[in-house]
């Protein structure tokens, strides 16, 4: 079976552990307003300027989507890709 822990494993075969983040916040606005600034590509850099590429790779729910990021090499710190589920309420 998977791994639901902290670390989640590719698949059984590979044996390799993957850290999973799960990021919160509280927004003092119309949850309508909040939804519509954060799906628009091109608010990305306002909030996070080390993502360098972007895409929706899926959507769930009418509510959630995969995403996919990268952000590039920083100091010692490879390039870096995440793949994101996304959920609003």
Not at 18 to 45: F, G, R, W
Not at 53 to 82: G, M, V
């Amino acid at each position: 079976g998977r791994d639901t822990g902290k670390h989640a494993a590719l698949n059984e075969e590979e044996n390799q552990e993957y850290p999973c983040i799960k990021c919160y916040t509280t927004m003092n606005a119309p949850i309508e307003d909040v939804c519509d600034y954060l799906s628009q590509e091109s608010h990305m850099e306002e909030y996070n300027d080390l993502v360098v590429a972007y895409r929706d790779l899926e959507d769930i729910t009418p509510h959630s989507k995969i995403t996919w990021s990268q952000c590039p090499q920083i100091l010692f710190i490879k390039p870096r890709d995440f793949v994101t589920f996304c959920h609003h309420r």
